[in-house]
């Protein structure tokens, strides 16, 4: 399987703690996004790096939360002292750069819980 | 700034019935639009696209046509099946977004046989 993958699948963790979820994209594609969505809702974006660029960052993206692609192949995102509110499905993307637009492909996402 | 409107679910429709999912948007300038599908246990897969005003996107029997009097974006089929049962999603991308997606709450589509 060469899709979006996306460790761990579920991740179940007391409030306070720090947590680190990893994605691995298409292994050509240089662009890699973090979504979040909630129950009933549809993924809203928080971060997206080209290569290991860090281009644009969503005001939903608290100080707790931290990214980074080092070496322009994977991405970590982390979320520090979580709270109940951090929730959520956590999506991963991947594209490759070319011309005005080209499709970005989804991992199955990391579900949070903070209990 | 950007945002995506389509209709609530869940939607209930008969086998070989007609669907049709609205979605309308706000965007400034001429973004891209598109209808990704999420089924059951599964990740985000684009359905189809449409990058230009009148272009039509179509993909496994599904159509859409990017209207941009009308700012709509609406997804049809003429003939579902219960393989379609799945969550679509709305969403757009340009206009001065970036290269990010912007989506709509989803529309929970059930086929019955």
């Known amino acids: 399987d060469t899709g979006v993958s996306q460790n761990p699948r579920h991740k179940i963790t007391k409030r306070g703690q720090n947590v680190t979820f990893r994605c691995d994209p298409i292994s050509e594609h240089n662009r890699l996004y973090w979504y979040r969505q909630t129950l009933g809702q549809g993924p809203e974006f928080l971060t997206y790096?080209?290569?290991?660029?860090?281009?644009?960052k969503s005001r939903l993206l608290s100080d707790r939360f931290s990214a980074e692609r080092p070496k322009g192949s994977f991405s970590t995102l982390e979320i520090q002292r979580t709270e109940q509110g951090d929730s959520a499905m956590y999506l991963c993307?991947?594209?490759?750069?070319?011309?005005?637009?080209?499709?970005?492909?989804f991992g199955q996402g990391t579900r949070l819980t903070v209990v | 700034g950007n945002s995506v409107t389509q209709m609530e679910g869940p939607v209930t429709l008969s086998e070989e019935a007609f669907l049709t999912i609205n979605c309308t948007y706000t965007a400034t300038g001429y973004p891209s639009l598109f209808w990704y599908v999420q089924y059951p246990g599964e990740g985000l897969q684009l359905l189809l696209k449409a990058t230009k005003a009148d272009d039509k996107g179509s993909n496994k029997g599904f159509e859409a046509t990017y209207r941009k009097e009308t700012t709509s974006f609406h997804l049809e089929k003429g003939s579902v099946q219960v393989s379609d049962s799945a969550v679509y999603f709305c969403?757009?991308?340009?206009?001065?977004?970036?290269?990010?997606?912007?989506f709509g709450t989803g529309t929970q589509l059930k086929v019955e046989l």
């Open positions: 993307a991947s594209s490759q750069r070319a011309g005005e637009y080209t499709e970005a492909f």
């Open positions: 969403a757009l991308s340009g206009a001065g977004g970036g290269n990010k997606l912007t």
């Open positions: 790096f080209q290569n290991e660029a860090q281009l644009e």
